[in-house]
């Protein structure tokens, strides 16, 4: 199997191939440098005239790339680094995320933002942040985040051609040199990969709205050990702790006889609920993993729609998440402050 | 080079012009009988900036305007009743009142109400536009208050870099909100443009018939050259920044309401028939737009907020 550099770069490949409208813009992008972290490497030499290098302007180029998808073209813009959306926040939120429904939907803003994110690389505390969590819960952004069990090429073209609303697409950096795992190669788990249902969140009147899911397209990965007891709880994650998430339960199966589900969602926002619920509707647990800081996560909206929902058959929920810090340079310290596979161990433990 | 415009005739002008005076009269006038939703920004001395920008366009040029936008929809060609209506919340506003007075949406008419935000997004626009081969160019209103912020910057950088066929309007009226300019700009407004390369040109004057042809200049230079101008106008606010809240003196916006109203000076060209006539046919019309929008239904909340976006 391709690593997700790979696959990420050959969407964008096939995608600047099969329709005039793409367009990509970013900081360095070009041949033969090819960008920070070399996904849109080789791009600049095959389509010279829709490959565009930009000034160092991050709010600038989300404002052009939505009035380019306004005015009828497909832009994918890359943010250098995931730390500086703190830049584009305004043009994501009071404009792009916001144009469809204040103009009464009358237009549409397809626009995808792609940037690597994550920590463990030494970067230090400017250039190793999860922000993400700042930006799900925006009506109107779709915010997804791929991982090695389902192909992150193919999430990535969809979002640039079946989505017309602006998307935000999160790359851990520790992803990219992976290879993606082949469902029929993890032969000691039973795999499910579902696209949520459209009518799942149907009417929630509890927030007075009905979600329009028809168009969800971004998978959620359900892997349990296969010919194990049935499993005591759930493990939520995203993105690269993905990984994590997978060795410890195979740690905990084999070391501890402890058994679990994993539930992996690429879309975080609108919070995809589906196959979570589903899951701790069986295991009655949840622990769910993330890279983000602690407080005021993903990990505890998923908890609380999960609480909301099943009352007191969740008999119990946890968060690991990175501590609530700027993430240090100093490879021992960073590792402190950041979840690791030794974390999810410990807290299923303690849980079941 | 010399362009040739079909500049409107005197009458016209005036009706224009007119219809965005009684319009935001009305405004004014009825706010606190509680008949609009927020507030409104009105654009009461400024009216000749939009109607000479915006008379020559093409139907495919695209508008991106501000907070101050009233004028800049009418002169477009926006529909009265409609902009009532969307300051009233109302179903038949242009936007079914979900965007109020700062965020329309008409044809190729869009507004915001974030200083600043839509320059980069019109500066896309623009950049579309000419990548679709299209004939079509953009026209972008801006604040002088507005040049404090910074993505303004990045976009005059890449619309001159890229050579984005957009026209900036800068509406220079010495005033954002209750700040004066010289508390708020530093240095030449002018040079920060010349010093992307986008050429400049200046007026000081509130008669539409001196800003249309300069206007319809400019724009037939971006439009052929497919490059960026800037008009800066240098213009007057006669009424409060949005309702009651004006700390300027009053004897000062008196003595301007003297000598710089669009609708004085241009109503010395017209005959004193067409000019009675043209007057009761807005007043008449502005009338008629209210109450029909005033009879217009609100939106059923349980039925108008589902669909489209994401939610969740
Ligand atoms: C980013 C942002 N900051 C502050 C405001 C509040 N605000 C609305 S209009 C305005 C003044 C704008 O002045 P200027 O650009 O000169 O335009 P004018 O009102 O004079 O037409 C301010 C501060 C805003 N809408 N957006
Ligand atoms: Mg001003």
Redesign the pocket.
Same mark, same amino acid.
């Not at chain 2, 801006?142 to 507005?146: A, E, I, L, N, W």
């Given at each position: 199997m391709p690593t997700v550099l790979y696959a990420l770069n050959a969407a964008l490949q096939n995608a600047l191939a099969s329709d005039e409208r793409v367009v990509i813009m970013g900081e360095d992008i070009l041949d033969p440098y090819g960008g920070a972290f070399k996904v849109t490497r080789g791009l600049s030499d095959s389509f010279p005239d829709r490959v565009i290098t930009t000034p160092i302007s991050e709010a600038g180029i989300v404002g052009i790339a939505a009035g380019m998808a306004l005015r009828g073209l497909l832009p994918v813009v890359e943010i250098m680094f995931g730390d500086f959306i703190t830049l584009i926040a305004d043009q994501v939120i009071n404009h792009a995320a916001k144009f469809r429904w204040m103009y009464n939907d009358q237009v549409r803003v397809p626009i995808v933002i792609r940037t690597p994110m994550g920590g463990r690389r030494g970067y230090g505390p400017t250039h190793s942040q999860t922000m993400e969590k700042f930006f799900i819960g925006v009506p109107g952004l779709r915010v997804l985040a791929p991982n090695t069990f389902s192909d992150p090429g193919d999430l990535l073209s969809k979002a640039i051609f079946e989505d017309n609303d602006p998307v935000l697409f999160i790359e851990n950096k520790l992803l990219y040199l992976n290879t993606i795992h082949d469902s029929n190669r993890l032969s000691e788990f039973e795999f499910f990969e579902q696209t949520p249902e459209p009518n799942f969140y149907h009417h929630s009147k509890h927030n007075g709205t009905i979600a329009d899911l028809s168009n969800n397209y971004a998978p959620t990965c359900m892997l349990s050990l296969r010919d194990a007891p049935p499993p005591v709880l759930t493990i939520a994650a995203y993105g690269y702790i993905s990984e994590f998430a997978y060795q410890a339960a195979l740690n905990l199966a084999y070391e501890y006889e402890v058994f679990t589900e994993l539930v992996y969602p690429t879309q975080l926002s609108p919070c995809d609920m589906g196959a979570i619920l589903s899951s701790t509707k069986r295991t009655g647990r949840l622990l769910v993993v993330e890279e983000g800081t602690h407080n005021l996560g993903w990990g505890a909206e998923v908890i609380a729609q999960t609480a909301e929902n099943l009352g007191s058959r969740l008999l119990s929920a946890r968060r690991i998440a990175a501590l609530n810090l700027p993430i240090p340079a100093s490879g021992p310290l960073e590792e402190a402050v950041l979840p690791g596979i030794e974390h999810i161990i410990q807290a299923a433990q303690k849980m079941v | 080079m010399l362009y040739f415009t079909a500049m409107s005739d005197d009458n016209t002008l005036y009706e224009d012009l007119l219809r965005i005076r009684r319009f935001e009269e009305a405004v004014l006038d009825n706010f606190p009988k509680g008949v609009f939703f927020g507030t409104t @920004?009105t654009y009461l001395g400024q009216e000749a900036n939009a109607v000479g920008v915006l008379d020559d366009i093409h139907s495919g040029d695209i508008v991106f305007s501000? @907070? %101050?936008g009233h004028g800049h929809f009418l002169a477009y060609g926006g529909d009265i009743r409609s902009l009532f209506a969307e300051l009233m919340g109302k179903t038949t506003g242009v936007c079914g009142g979900r965007g109020g007075s700062q965020h329309l949406q008409w044809q190729n008419f869009y507004s915001n $109400?974030? =200083? $600043?935000g839509i320059i980069p997004i019109a500066t896309g626009m623009a950049l579309a536009e000419k990548r679709k081969y299209s004939d079509a160019i953009v026209i972008a209103f801006? $604040?002088? $208050?507005?040049l404090g *912020?910074g993505v303004v910057y990045e976009a005059l950088n890449m619309a001159s870099l890229w050579q984005a066929p957009i026209l900036f309007v800068l *509406?220079n009226?010495r005033?954002? =909100?209750t700040t004066p300019i010289e508390m708020a700009v530093a240095g030449d407004i002018s040079a920060r443009f010349k010093a992307f390369n986008i050429m400049v040109r200046e007026l000081d004057s509130s008669d539409v018939k001196e800003i249309l042809p300069v206007a319809a200049e400019l724009i037939a230079e971006v439009r052929s050259l497919k490059s960026p101008r800037t008009l800066i106008l240098n213009t007057y %606010?006669f009424g409060p @920044?949005s309702k009651g809240d004006d700390i300027r003196d009053k004897h000062e916006i008196d003595q301007l309401r003297v000598e710089r109203d669009p609708i004085l000076i241009h109503a010395h060209r017209l005959d004193s028939n067409h000019k009675e006539a043209i007057e009761l046919k807005v007043e008449k019309y502005i009338q008629e737009a209210f109450n029909q929008a005033l009879a217009d239904p609100l939106p059923d909340a349980s039925k108008a907020l589902t669909g489209s976006i994401n939610h969740q």
């Open positions: - | @920004h501000n @907070h %101050r $109400g974030v =200083q $600043g801006m $604040g002088d $208050g507005t *912020e *509406e009226n005033i954002a =909100q %606010r @920044h």
